[in-house]
């Protein structure tokens, strides 16, 4: 047969095309699964854009980072406790459930989103001014009572305040598992809690909403509390967690010595045999 030798190559040639695109998409799927909550190819998210990154730093520094960045922080390394201050202290998830395969390819596909070194890669872009939206007070107020717990998530997730704490006067104390949000919106502000409620990077919350997700509706009212709870927060008698669970402990406590105290005068004083002893000394 004439074209025989033909199907080897084309096979060849699908394979080789199949093994491309798979390797080019980890890398994507990779990065939106894991980092996308976060960072933004072009711009500054809750982190910082990660354009070029290749070229501010080395290929061992970047797998330690993404791999704990905590680890890097906690050590001391220079660049990753002044990029750590730089973005006021927001924590990074560790990433331990990635290879170094895995985080390469999502290196590799940053830097095919990246302008060739020395190109464009000084031209120093602005950040996009993202107009804050506008909420409603219904919103507000539907974001607290979805927050609490007054209200359900329609998938039946759990409400926040199970692991977190807000300080406000509307609000019981929060849970202590997890940090306090009572800021959070300045920090991370409408695109970066969307990324954050939509696709949870941290295992806890990822776990405790898998299945049971968000709709767009309530990110956004839960949202729109927390930018209220920011905004109010200067003007909120500080009633932290940690305060609440000390007085409520300190209080306990106090309680307990209040009870020993009371019985504390009709304890046995001397053995009974002391008593018979000194009362048949009397009747002597
Ligand atoms: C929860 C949000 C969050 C997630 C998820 C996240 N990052 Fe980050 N990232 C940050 C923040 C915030 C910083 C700034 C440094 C810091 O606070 O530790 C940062 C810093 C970095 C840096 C250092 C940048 C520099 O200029 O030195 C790199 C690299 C990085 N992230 C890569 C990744 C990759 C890759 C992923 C996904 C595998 C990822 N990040 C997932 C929030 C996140
Ligand atoms: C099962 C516990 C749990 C629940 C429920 C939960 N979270 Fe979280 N959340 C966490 C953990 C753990 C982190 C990781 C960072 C930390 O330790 O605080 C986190 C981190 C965050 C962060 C990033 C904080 C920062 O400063 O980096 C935001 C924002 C957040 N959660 C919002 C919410 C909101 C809004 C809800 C309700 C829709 C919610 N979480 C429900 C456990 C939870």
Known sequence: ???????????????????????????????????????KLGSRLVGPDLIGIDQKRSEEWLLSFIRSSNAMIEAGDPDAVAIYKEYNETIMTDMLHLSDDDIRSILAY?????????????????????????????????????FSGQAGFVKGGPSCISCHHVNNKDLLSGGLIAKDLTNVYGRMA???????????????????????????????????????????????????????????????????????????NSRLKASTKHDIYKRQLKSI
């Not at 199907?7 to 095309?17: K, N, Q, T, V």
Request: aromatic share 8%; charged share 15%.
């Open 1 to 39: 047969m004439k074209i025989s030798y033909k199907y080897p190559a084309l096979f060849i040639g699908i394979m080789a095309c199949c093994l491309f695109t798979a390797n080019g998409q980890d890398g994507v799927t990779l990065f939106k699964k894991n980092c996308a909550a976060c960072h």
């Open 110 to 146: 940053i830097k095919e989103k990246s302008p060739a070194p020395g190109v464009a890669s000084q031209e120093k872009k602005e950040p996009v001014e993202v107009k804050p939206i506008e909420y409603s007070a219904e919103d507000i107020q539907q974001g607290l009572r979805l």
């Open 190 to 264: 409408d695109a970066g809690l969307a990324g954050i409620l939509g696709a949870p990077p941290f295992p806890a919350m990822a776990t405790a909403y898998n299945n049971h997700e968000l709709d767009s509706t309530e990110i956004a009212q839960v949202t729109a509390f927390l930018k209220h709870a920011d905004n109010v927060s200067h003007t909120q008698p500080v009633k932290t967690g940690t305060h609440i669970f000390l007085l409520g402990g300190g209080g306990g406590l106090f309680l307990l010595f209040l009870v020993i105290a009371i019985h504390w």
